[in-house]
């Protein structure tokens, strides 16, 4: 029997990845940066900038999208390397990105419930390499663009903000600003000390969840994994 592969159709968007939150930067410590005291907009802004500008920053949680729930882990550098898991379905997949290429990793259990029994014993937990550059991997190169991820939660086109209250967010000082965008509600909360970081987003709701931002300028350096099955956009094997 013969069968296609296409690696990204189950990653390329985990479920519910975008709309989530809960963090923690370095500390609530420090002079305030002036944050606090601007518009809803402003803030946003300022948290856009700060967010692109670190060297790296590793974000995660827990999202939902019409009850399932994917845990998500990633770590990623200003130059788009990185490293992450998800877990779908109680099964993990592991990714790493250097320059243009996207490694994948995850059990025969998760290959074959997404793509058949033949993925299941070609692939097992072997890695797969393919590139990050088509277009049927966006999805998960996106995982590893700060830009890709601050365009998600703290675009301001077609969305309304408004400002919240200031509070303590795992011992960081943070004020709140509230996203609306048609039925889509974000609570973000912005570092008042330091550089205004994303310490927290969170959405309610079964397609909501949380997304924690951590590590802002801690190294990131992802080791390619040994022997791994080269995988262009799409490929077949015989099983």
């Not at 592969?5 to 420090?30: F, K, N, Q, R």
């Not at 990050?132 to 077609?158: C, E």
């Not at 350096?221 to 995988?231: E, K, L, M, Q």
């Amino acid at each position: 029997m013969r069968r296609r592969i296409y690696l990204p159709l189950m990653l390329a968007a985990a479920p519910g990845l975008m709309a989530l939150g809960l963090v923690t930067p370095a500390s609530a410590a420090g002079s305030s940066n002036g944050v606090a005291n601007k518009s809803a907009n402003q803030i946003v802004t300022a948290a856009t900038s700060a967010v692109n500008g670190a060297k790296s920053f590793t974000y995660g949680g827990t999202t939902r999208s019409n009850g399932i729930s994917t845990g998500l882990k990633v770590s990623l550098s200003s130059s788009g390397d990185g490293q992450g898991t998800l877990t779908s379905s109680g099964q993990p997949v592991k990714l790493i990105k250097i320059g243009d290429i996207l490694y994948v990793s995850s059990t025969a259990a998760f290959w074959t419930k997404n793509l058949g029994a033949d993925a299941g014993r070609t692939l097992g937990t072997k890695w797969v390499a393919a590139s990050s550059t088509n277009s049927d991997y966006a999805g998960i190169a996106n995982l590893f663009q700060a830009q890709q991820i601050t365009g998600q939660f703290l675009s301001t086109a077609n969305t309304t903000y408004t400002k919240g209250k200031t509070s303590t967010v795992n011992g960081q000082a943070v004020i709140a600003v509230v996203g609306k965008s048609g039925s889509t509600v974000n609570t973000i909360y912005v570092a008042t000390t330091g550089k205004p970081y994303v310490v927290s987003i969170t959405s309610p709701g079964k397609n909501g969840g949380t997304l924690n931002f951590t590590n802002y300028n801690k190294p990131v350096n992802p080791t390619a994994p040994p022997n791994p099955i080269t995988v262009p956009t799409s490929t077949t094997t015989t099983g």
